[in-house]
């Protein structure tokens, strides 16, 4: 198989895929909410507005003509109009989307940054008590819920310290032109640095405790002996001939991260006021907001499945062994 | 002695398990938590829902921003206080009496009486007498207290008119005058006659005494006539207490927040606008302009010369009396109160909420829940995931094309939105919990078990079996499954974890299965009350936990993972 043809098939499956889960989402929303409409009456809708709602969601017609109506729309970008906020839905997921990915991909890369030189270091180390150490604090992060490491930092450096901001993304009230022009400020970075933190913990301890491992495995390779019997410095040893070929199973682990980056961390997102995603998702199920949960979660699922296809492309041109299957 | 296969094959994981030292404490780590679960109502000492509540002989001083909490005197509540040239009295239930000479320490005083006391008052030669329920008329003279002879009746207040003549009020509209010294009792005629409580009273300036009562009854004594006539001080709601000062200011505190002022002997009754709605059950005013008002909750209100000011005060405990001596104010209570985020004690090992539940009992009862889900959810996983795999990696083709396929769309489905869609849409129910942490996480399984089985469906035995005329189930379940065992354990242990934070997260959310306790929603519920800023007690124990729980389960689960990765065993 060649390249191109590889690259066809995988785009199409993504699209398949994508395909299925709009469907699965569709027939959950009408299995769970025949009626969605009829939590606008408690918010003093008239028959008429209501009846305005139902047209344009279809919900008079029979259920395969919502369908394909649903999917036409979703096709479009076109969405509709959330309950809560009375505005297009597409609008808001967008903006929410941009925090989240912010939010995650710093995370991310931070704890890749940090994970991956300390599970080298602890693999040189192997067997010391520092090793053990290194593993015991990896795993409790692993272990502990975000939303209670979440909280407990609000506590010390929020409440206590009084250091960190603990809520939102910037103090309100704030002017900005655009997503770029909100980030890029210090007050951003000032609001960023806990949540970041919390999630980039959490994080840290799969690249680590893989590095750490393969590492181990690497160091009973040959070349390595070689290495040494060449009289190589250990250091040198450590990072410019055991790491590099060690780092395959991390950049694997950190393509399936990122694939799932944009479902980001609701917990994390609720904790710390940040206006994601994912936080959004779950105001809509409170509120019964079915056009922006709706919405929101596949344009969700849209953006893992591109980032996952994103990531399987890049990976393939990374290393050359795997196979176009 | 000879195994089944598949017998054999499980216990080499359990062998690899108990060589390694870390997954050993983390299936005693793992086995307490077990233990917690099943026997969570031997060892919680509360019910978990139970809204706790306490009596307590509470005492609060007025401090420079707030009144503080000082040690109780005793568990029963305080009731009233008098005070006179240094000398103090408090009364409580069941016969509770505590004296205090100018400067020293409370002393509890002996008294033949098991009866709630309600009042008490000193006269100028520091007698005192005490008055309660069941006709109790206690009269002290410093050295002890005899019990005067008295009707039954519910007696709620009681004043010196002069030095050997009481007044004394009670709840089926008494009103009696105590001789002191000869003990006889003779009763007053109330101009009202029909029953009402009458809660308190109080000498004014000019000798008469003022009796306050239910539904703003007022009634002025005369001692110079021995009648009783009624009084209008406008209101009428049910007054609780009334203070008299020596120049005339008076303050008349009632249910609902009502506050009655007069500033001078002959001045009008003013209706003060409170700043909260709560009974007031004392009141205190000076002729200095100096007032304070105290009621349920720990509600403490000063008078700052225009307004009524609700003041802070350290505890919610309900507040029945108030004793001014000099600079030192004391505000007395308490009767039942509910124990509100109470740090941890004897009583409440980790503390209580902000409802007054014991929070040591809601986290030993929140290990039910984590191991429920986490073991039903993570065996849910593994059954799917395994069988996929299996199946899949087996007859290849078009029926792994399908599966596998199915696996890659599941990966695009981000875990958490849909787990809140799932519970959006079929209310929050334990099997919902379930289904939402497991519907999704068998993907990595299944792709696991797949690759497994693919190099093994190559391997000679397997092929041996299939000429011996193996069918494919036999082949699949008896042959290629032990095979894969130690990987089904590992993805079990690592799926518990996973499993176990999920319910927690959702729980969290305030979506977990409702009328349940768990770790997670005891940390949903310190979230919502806002209080979890300040009572770490609160915060702390679920996490601990939940990453102790976790914790225990990757541990077991590091121990499999040289059985799933030969290259490591080879290693040791």
């Known amino acids: 198989m060649t390249r191109r043809t590889y690259l066809i098939k995988r785009v199409l499956q993504a699209v398949f895929s994508l395909w299925i889960i709009a469907t699965i989402l569709f027939f959950l929303f009408r299995m769970g909410l025949p009626d969605p409409t009829s939590v606008l009456i408690t918010e003093g809708l008239n028959a008429e507005q209501r009846a305005a709602v139902r047209a344009q969601f279809g919900l008079e017609d029979p259920l395969w003509r919502q369908y394909v109506l649903f999917l036409t729309n979703a096709v479009q970008g076109e969405f509709g109009t959330s309950f809560s906020y009375r505005a297009p839905v597409s609008e808001i997921v967008w903006e929410r989307l941009g925090n989240t990915m912010v939010l995650m991909l710093a995370a991310i890369v931070l704890a890749y940054a940090i994970g991956v030189p300390l599970g080298a270091w602890l693999s040189w180390r192997r067997g010391s008590s520092t090793d053990t150490v290194g593993i015991f604090v990896g795993l409790m992060f692993r272990s502990a819920p975000m939303f209670w490491t979440g909280m407990i930092a609000i506590l010390i450096f929020g409440v206590g310290l009084s250091m960190f901001p603990t809520s939102g993304m910037r103090t309100l009230p704030y002017d900005a032109d655009g997503f770029l022009d909100k980030i890029f400020t210090l007050d951003f970075l000032w609001h960023a640095i806990l949540p970041v933190l919390i999630v980039a913990l959490y994080y840290l301890g799969s690249p680590m405790l893989i590095m750490r491992n393969t590492m181990l495995e690497v160091y009973g390779e040959d070349f390595i002996e070689m290495a040494r019997a060449k009289g190589l410095p250990e250091r040198d040893i450590l990072y410019k001939h055991a790491a590099r070929n060690a780092l395959l199973p991390v950049v694997t682990q950190l393509a399936v991260t990122i694939g799932l980056a944009a479902g980001g961390q609701v917990v994390v997102e609720v904790v710390f006021s940040w206006p994601g995603l994912g936080r959004e998702i779950l105001n809509a199920v409170r509120t019964s907001d079915f056009p922006l949960a709706q919405a929101s979660f596949l344009i969700m699922a849209a953006f893992v499945i591109s980032l996952n296809l994103l990531v399987d492309i890049l990976y393939t041109t990374l290393d050359p062994r795997v196979s176009f299957r | 002695m000879t195994l089944p296969p598949i017998l054999r094959a499980a216990m080499g994981p359990l062998r690899l398990m108990v060589q390694d030292r870390l997954a050993v404490i983390g299936m005693c780590v793992l086995g307490v938590i077990i233990a917690m679960a099943l026997f969570a109502p031997l060892l919680s000492p509360h019910d978990p829902r139970h809204i706790n509540e306490i009596e307590d002989g509470s005492v609060l001083v007025r401090g420079s921003d707030a009144w503080e909490l000082r040690e109780s005197l005793g568990p029963l509540a305080l009731n009233d206080a008098a005070h006179h040239a240094g000398q103090s009295v ?59 002879p008295a009707p039954e009746a519910d007696l709620r207040s009681v004043i010196w008119l002069d ?107 003013v209706t003060d606008p409170a700043p909260d709605t709560r009974a007031l059950r004392a009141g205190w005013i000076g002729d200095d302009g100096r007032a304070v008002a105290a009621g349920r909750n720990g509600i403490i209100m000063e008078w700052d010369g225009t307004a009524w000011q609700i003041v802070p005060t350290e505890s919610e405990r309900h507040l029945r009396a108030l004793l001014v001596v000099g600079d030192d104010w004391l505000a007395l209570g308490s009767d039942r109160f509910v124990t509100r985020l109470s740090p941890p004690s004897r009583e409440h090992w980790f503390g209580t909420d902000h409802l007054g539940r014991d929070l040591f009992s809601q986290n030993v009862h929140g290990s039910q829940i984590a191991l429920l889900v986490g073991f039903l959810g993570a065996t849910l996983v593994v059954l799917i995931g395994t069988n996929v795999g299996l199946i899949a990696g087996y007859y290849r083709g078009r029926t792994e094309t399908i599966l596998m396929r199915t696996v890659d769309v599941m990966y695009g489905i981000p875990f958490e939105p849909f787990a809140l869609i799932l519970v959006l849409l079929f209310q929050p129910s334990l099997t919902i919990v379930i289904l939402a942490v497991s519907l999704l996480t068998w993907r990595t399984v299944a792709r696991l078990i797949r690759s497994q089985v693919l190099s093994l469906r190559e391997r000679p035995f397997v092929k041996a079996a299939r000429v011996a005329g193996a069918s494919d ?100």
Not at chain 2, 487 to 497: D, H, K, N, T, Y
Not at chain 2, 528 to 549: D, F, K, Q, V
Request: aromatic content about 6%; proline content about 4%.
């Open chain 2, 90 to 148: 408090i009364v409580g239930r069941s016969g509770t009496v505590w004296t205090r000479a100018a400067a020293g320490d409370w002393t509890r005083a002996e008294v033949e009486t098991e009866a709630d006391l309600n009042a008490v008052d000193l006269n100028a030669d520091g007698r005192a007498i005490a008055v309660g329920g069941l006709g109790t008329i206690l009269l002290g003279n410093g050295t002890g207290w005899q019990v005067v």
């Open chain 2, 163 to 269: 030095a050997v003549t009481a007044l004394i009020v009670g709840a089926n509209e008494e009103i009696w005058l105590l001789d002191a010294t000869a003990g006889n009792i003779v009763e007053i005629d109330s101009p009202v006659g029909r029953g009402f409580p009458l809660n308190a009273v109080a000498l004014d300036a000019d000798g008469t005494a003022l009796i306050v009562g239910e539904r703003g009854l007022a009634i002025r004594y005369d001692p110079d006539t021995g009648t009783a006539a009624l009084e209008r001080i406008g209101s009428s709601r049910d007054l609780n207490h009334i203070h008299i000062a020596p120049g005339g200011a008076a303050l008349v505190v009632g249910e609902r927040g009502t506050l009655l002022r007069r500033d001078s002997a002959d001045g009008a009754w």
């Open chain 2, 473 to 572: 189930l036999r082949i699949m379940y008896l042959h290629i499954f032990p095979n894969v065992l130690p990987l089904v354990f590992l993805e079990l242990a690592i799926i518990v974890g996973v499993s176990i934070i999920a319910e927690a997260t959702l729980s969290f959310l305030g979506l977990g299965p409702p009328q349940s306790i768990s770790w997670g929603g005891i940390l949903h519920d310190a979230r919502l009350s806002g209080a979890w800023r300040t009572a770490w007690w609160w915060n702390l124990p679920p996490g601990i936990l939940i990453m102790t729980t976790v914790l225990s389960v990757f541990f077991i689960s590091r121990s499999l993972e040289v059985v799933a990765n030969p290259r490591l065993r080879a290693r040791q």
